[in-house]
């Protein structure tokens, strides 16, 4: 009776541990948007852009990548995807970036997402375009 338990025991815990997926650590993502990134900086941070800065910024940080891997920006402009820009991940500590450019028509609310390079959302910002201030 113990061999058979012990076999039953070994063929549940190796049906468990083989689902085809490999384990991806959990990263810790945070990010702002911003009008440029400077010395790996970001510059001018905010959540309200005109049109006028010409671009948007989405600058993050990654803490605890085991070994290289890569993060996903994905831009949205009400509900369309706009971009998806992959990123790789060279530290346990790193900085990247990803911005988009604006075209004078594209006002109203955006959002940036960002995915670990299994697909799962890590973090996500929102932001607003306006359009420029003509005096």
């Not at 920006?73 to 990247?96: D, N, P, Q």
């Not at 959302?121 to 306006?130: D, I």
Request: glycine fraction near 6%; charge should be negative; aromatic fraction near 10%.
């Amino acid at each position: 009776m113990s061999k058979l338990f012990t076999i039953a025991a070994t063929i549940v815990l190796l049906s468990l541990g083989a689902s085809g997926q490999e384990s991806v650590p959990r990263l810790e993502v945070e990010g702002t948007l911003c009008e440029s990134v400077e010395e790996r900086e970001p510059v001018g941070e905010d959540s309200v852009f005109s049109t006028a800065v010409g671009r948007v910024y989405c600058w993050t940080l990654v803490k605890g990548a085991a070994e290289s891997t890569s993060i996903t920006h994905v831009w949205h402009y009400r509900e369309k995807e706009m971009a998806r820009v992959e990123l790789e991940i060279g530290s346990a500590w790193y900085r990247t970036w990803s911005y988009k450019t604006l075209l004078p028509e594209w006002t109203g609310d955006w959002r940036v997402s960002v995915h670990d390079s299994q697909g799962n959302p890590l973090h996500t910002m929102h932001f607003s375009v306006v359009p420029e201030k003509v005096e």
